[in-house]
């Protein structure tokens, strides 16, 4: 179960994802509260060795012994059966869930992208009583409405965060279970551009500032950087794994320049033309009479 509020609500927002998290946190919760047991025949053999001990210690043959140990290699067949049903509900809803959430997430992450504008939204009419504060001693010095503003812009970079781990946790593919280790390129391929600072802004990291793209890069979300990336105009969520990608793959393909900026290519494209259509029949035609 997550502690992030944020993607709480974003996969809430997904009645797929929602009912089968919540499946898989009642499968796993069934499997911890399962008493401790035993296999059936060590609970049997458990039964027989005490017989045969206090046989050998005072030579009287317990009663019933044979029924004593077969009612405990029922009990523990029993005990057996319900932990392996408990264990199977567990592991086949870990993948009924990993199925739902690659498949929807989509919607979540939609949500998201919302949310974040919802967040820039009200950074954006902090920073018009902030100015140009960007520190918090700045802030105490004015003293004021500016003041109880950078606390409410400190809430936003919190929310900000949240909303960011969230969307990381969508991404970024995790291991269908049941896959080996090691099996997880995808994963640290979504990691390293993580890393580098895509998924933030609609924006080649080159024209990105140092400061920002240091954030982006880190996670470590501030101030400065939040009331930077209201007015970028560029920050979003990505729809989906195969978006982020096209969007990673765009950012970085070449562009060339020279003193009047990006290089446009004019070299001449062949286009075929089609070949005009027969005129449609309009039931006048007739073949001439030639006399000779």
């Known amino acids: ?16 994802i929602e009912r089968t998290e919540r499946l898989l946190d009642e499968a796993r919760k069934r499997l911890r509260e399962h008493p401790r047991g035993m296999p059936p025949d060590a609970a049997r ?23 004593d140990a077969a009612k405990a290699y029922a009990d523990a067949s029993a005990w057996e059966a319900e932990r392996l049903a408990r264990e199977r509900a567990k592991e086949s809803t870990e993948l009924l869930a990993w199925d739902t959430r690659m498949t929807y997430s989509s919607g979540a992450l939609e949500h998201l992208g919302t949310r974040l504008e919802e967040i820039l939204s009200n950074v954006r009419a902090a920073a018009e009583t902030l100015g140009h504060v960007r520190t918090a001693d700045a802030a105490i010095k004015a003293g004021g409405a500016v003041v109880e503003t950078w606390g409410r812009l400190q809430g936003l970079v919190d929310d900000i965060t ?11 593919p995790r291991l269908r279970p049941g896959t080996p ?13 993580r890393n580098e600072g895509y998924g933030e802004v609609r924006t080649r990291l080159i024209d990105v500032p140092a400061f920002a793209l240091e954030v982006m890069r880190s996670q470590r979300y501030t101030e400065a950087y939040v009331l930077w990336l209201a007015t970028a105009g560029s920050a979003y969520v990505p729809a989906s794994l195969d978006y982020f990608a096209a969007e ?15 290089l446009l290519d004019y070299s001449p494209h062949v286009t075929a033309i089609p070949e005009s259509a027969a005129p449609a029949p309009t039931g006048a035609e007739r073949t001439p009479e030639l006399s000779y």
Do not use: C, Y
């Open 181 to 193: 280790a090691g099996m997880d390129d995808e994963r640290r391929k979504v990691s390293r551009w």
């Open 1 to 16: 179960m997550t502690t992030n509020p944020e993607l709480t609500v974003a996969l809430a927002v997904v009645p797929e």
């Open 45 to 67: 053999d458990s039964v027989i060795n005490d017989a045969v001990n206090a046989f050998q210690a005072d030579g009287k043959w317990p009663a019933n012994i044979g029924r």
């Open 162 to 172: 949240m909303v960011r781990a969230a969307q990381w946790e969508l991404l970024l």
């Open 248 to 262: 990673v793959t765009a950012a970085t393909e070449p562009v060339s320049h020279d003193d009047h900026g990006p």
